[in-house]
T-cell receptor
Framework: DTEVTQTPKHLVMGMTNKKSLKCEQH?????MYWYKQKAKKPPELMFV???????INESVPSRFSPECPNSSLLNLHLHALQPEDSALYLC?????????????FGPGTRLLVL | GEDVEQSLFLSVREGDSSVINCTYT??????LYWYKQEPGAGLQLLTY?????DMKQDQRLTVLLNKKDKHLSLRIADTQTGDSAIYFC?????????????FGSGTRLSIRP
């Protein structure tokens, strides 16, 4: 199984809503990632979890709050988002917590903030 | 900081070979990747090459790495309509506790009949 799954596929939310994005992998990977991708742009790294601990936060606004409940799950909690946060949010995982590990991506959640 | 550059568009005739090019500035990268993204989808890892290799072939895909010139290319033989997508060159960088990948801007490959 080399699959990373993400739910929901699409999400529409208002600026006062609270919602969560979910990511799951069963490959035994110990590092998981959140990326944000705007249209016609490459993915931009947001957060990295390594062995269920947050290891990288790329200066992401606090309205995005990641959570790693266990080694297979990664959540991204959203609160008070802005319309410019509308994007494709991609989750990825890699086997180990060492540099240069190959990352495998999920299909993404397409988020629209109204 | 690290920089990865690609041309934005490439158009090829069906059945021809496609060559997508990428240049980068970080010479410390260990792995270099090619990802494919179809419309509305996530990123699919196509292939990767270790920095001490010059070439890697995998069925219709050939990756060439010129470390001296910091140039990476992806050749797709016998290009098909299903190859239409955006292709991202990426490299791993940094020595933190987990992998960090820097992506190029992506090359949109379109196929002419």
């Amino acid at each position: 199984d080399t699959e990373v799954t993400q739910t929901p596929k699409h999400l529409v939310m208002g600026m006062t809503n609270k919602k969560s994005l979910k990511c799951e992998q069963h490959m035994g990977h110990r590092a998981m990632y959140w990326y944000k991708q705007k249209a016609k742009k490459p993915p931009e790294l947001m957060f990295v979890y390594s062995y269920e601990k947050l290891s990288i936060n790329e200066s992401v606004p606090s309205r995005f709050s990641p959570e790693c409940p266990n080694s297979s799950l990664l959540n991204l909690h959203l609160h008070a988002l802005q319309p410019e946060d509308s994007a494709l949010y991609l989750c990825a995982s890699s086997q180990g917590a060492i540099p240069q590990e190959t990352q495998y991506f999920g299909p993404g959640t397409r988020l629209l903030v109204l | 900081g690290e920089d990865v550059e690609q041309s934005l568009f490439l158009s090829v005739r069906e059945g021809d070979s496609s060559v997508i090019n990428c240049t980068y500035t970080d010479s410390s990268s260990t792995y270099l990747y090619w990802y494919k993204q179809e419309p509305g989808a996530g990123l699919q890892l196509l292939t990767y090459i270790f920095s001490n290799m010059d070439m890697k072939q995998d069925q219709r895909l050939t990756v060439l790495l010129n470390k001296k010139d910091k140039h990476l290319s992806l050749r797709i033989a016998d290009t098909q309509t299903g190859d239409s997508a955006i292709y991202f060159c990426a490299l791993s960088t940094g020595y933190s506790s987990a992998s960090k990948i820097i992506f190029g801007s992506g090359t949109r490959l379109s196929i002419r009949p």
